[in-house]
């Protein structure tokens, strides 16, 4: 089954960067909607940041990034990244690349979620 593959996790100080990297099939690209979520122990997963790829749009970035993270996408390798800079340690989470994204009025959801990767952040 096509699932999306995360990659670029790890541990960092706060203050620092790093940057998470989804690729997906032509066929998941195709969908024009990708986006990234996470979660931590004990919490909901949160919508982190979407992007519609037909037009390199960011469609959602939850207002606990703003300014410090941002997606983008690249079409040639069929990837979508997350840029995270300044991190904190509220950050640290598991960190999931999906097709799914804000259209403006409501969330569509593909189906193709990756496994995740680990974010830990320490003060």
């Known amino acids: 089954q096509e699932q999306p593959v995360e990659s670029g996790g790890g541990s960092v100080q706060a203050g620092g960067s790093l940057t998470l990297s989804c690729a997906v099939s032509?066929?998941?690209?195709?969908?024009?909607?990708m986006g990234w979520f996470r979660q931590s122990p004990g919490k909901e997963r949160e919508e982190v940041a979407t992007?519609?790829?037909?037009?390199?749009?960011?469609?959602w970035m939850a207002d606990s990034v703003k300014g410090r993270f941002t997606i983008s996408q690249d079409d040639a390798q069929n990837t979508v990244d997350l840029q995270m800079n300044s991190l904190k340690p509220e950050d640290t989470a598991m960190y999931y690349c999906?097709?799914?994204?804000?259209?403006?009025?409501?969330?569509?959801?593909?189906?193709?979620w990756g496994q995740g990767t680990q974010v830990t952040v320490s003060s």
């Open positions: 999906a097709a799914k994204c804000w259209r403006g009025r409501s969330w569509t959801d593909f189906g193709y």
């Open positions: 032509a066929s998941i690209y195709s969908r024009k909607c």
């Open positions: 992007i519609d790829t037909s037009r390199a749009y960011i469609t």
